[in-house]
């Protein structure tokens, strides 16, 4: 069964950073774009960023642009969010999908089970 398992969310204060990895079960999934998402309570799930199965091309979200960086490697077959000055707001479940290359729930066919981040004032 195709896995995507998530790690390194936690508590951080504002202003901090935190890396977080998504690793998937099979090497299949290098020819998936990979994206990240993140879902507050009571709010609908927010594209976040994404990576091209080739890493050439990624996209973010206007509220994380300048803040997080995604990347991936092919190799260890892991994707990564680097969140640099993190807000209250960026206080959410954050999830990983391999899919199609976009911004859209829909165009991500494969979700891992998503790690909190809680972001303290």
């Known amino acids: 069964q195709v896995q995507l398992v998530e790690s390194g969310g936690g508590l951080v204060q504002a202003g901090g950073s935190l890396r977080l990895s998504c690793a998937a079960s099979?090497?299949?999934?290098?020819?998936?774009?990979k994206g990240w998402f993140r879902q507050a309570p009571g709010k609908e799930r927010e594209f976040v960023a994404a990576?091209?199965?080739?890493?050439?091309?990624?996209n973010y979200g206007d509220s994380v642009k300048g803040r997080f960086t995604i990347s991936r490697d092919n190799a260890k077959n892991t994707v990564y969010l680097q969140m640099n000055r993190l807000s209250p707001e960026d206080t959410a479940v954050y999830y990983c999908?391999?899919?199609?290359?976009?911004?859209?729930?829909?165009?991500?066919?494969?979700w891992g089970q998503g790690t909190q981040v809680t972001v303290s004032s």
């Open positions: 099979e090497r299949t999934f290098r020819r998936y774009a």
């Open positions: 990576i091209s199965w080739s890493g050439g091309s990624t």
């Open positions: 999908a391999a899919g199609m290359f976009g911004s859209t729930v829909k165009e991500y066919a494969y």
